[in-house]
């Protein structure tokens, strides 16, 4: 039986790889031209928007989105998700209409074809690299100042033990959110991890469920806030999470 059932997820979890690889390799030569230039990026974001919904529908899930806040349109938010699983990038894009650029892992952009958009509409970071750290802030200040927002993974990584419910947050995205005094959303994502975690014989078709909550403000905080706004952000979430498992 056991067999049968870890049969049935490589072939799941191939359906999903071929229709990421040959899904993107289709419109290929459209997207070369629309990430040539920065300008267009809110074109961008509709295709990968209108592209994660397709993959979603195809794999069998369903999105059941929570919302304690109403995006404004054309207001800057700063996007603090939780980060378990590679359905977290295309389940973000669902939630939000507003355009935002991610700042992720430059070992992403490796994927053939896929990375290359990758690092052609996100900002990367090397946090192996102290240089690449800084050159990070310095672009998503550059991307928030034109009245983009952003999302970050403030674990910084996916846990490495699955049993992990919430991993530390870095101080990155607080640092931003202050500085540009944008509001941070935390958003929790419930399911990914048990529906397609990074274990390759594991997850199934399921509802992939949502919350954004009430945005933080940060009009009035300062640099000597950055921890308890760190903190006030992880509790929202791992309080969510814990009061989910228990259940």
């Not at 310095?138 to 991993?167: Q, T, Y």
């Not at 870095?170 to 935390?186: M, S, Y």
Request: net charge positive; proline share 4%.
């Amino acid at each position: 039986m056991q067999t049968i059932k870890n049969t049935g997820r490589f072939i799941w979890r191939i359906w999903f790889y071929g229709w990421v690889f040959f899904s993107v390799l289709a419109v290929f030569p459209a997207l070369l031209i629309i990430v040539s230039k920065e300008k267009w990026y809110p074109v961008f974001y509709k295709i990968a928007r209108a592209w994660s919904k397709t993959i979603l529908f195809i794999m069998g899930f369903r999105v059941d989105l929570t919302k304690e806040t109403v995006l404004e349109t054309n207001k800057s938010y700063l996007f603090c998700p939780n980060h378990t699983s590679i359905m977290d990038v295309m389940l973000m894009y669902v939630i939000s209409k507003n355009p935002f650029v991610f700042i992720g892992k430059k070992e992403i952009s490796k994927i053939p074809i896929f990375g290359y958009f990758y690092k052609k509409t996100n900002i990367l970071v090397d946090r192996g690299d102290s240089e690449s750290r800084k050159q990070v802030i310095v672009e998503a200040n550059r991307r928030l100042k034109e009245g983009m927002s952003i999302c970050i993974f403030p674990e910084g990584l996916v846990p490495d033990d699955e049993s992990v419910v919430l991993n530390d947050f870095k101080n990155g995205a607080f640092r931003l959110a202050i500085e540009h005094k944008i509001p941070i959303v935390p958003v929790t994502m419930y399911d990914c991890k048990r529906l397609f975690s990074f274990t390759f014989f594991s997850g199934k078709p399921g509802v992939l469920r949502a919350k954004l909550h009430a945005e933080i403000p940060t009009i009035e905080l300062e640099s000597k806030h950055r921890n308890s706004l760190k903190k006030q952000t992880f509790s929202v979430i791992y309080d969510e999470l814990i009061g989910d498992l228990t259940k």
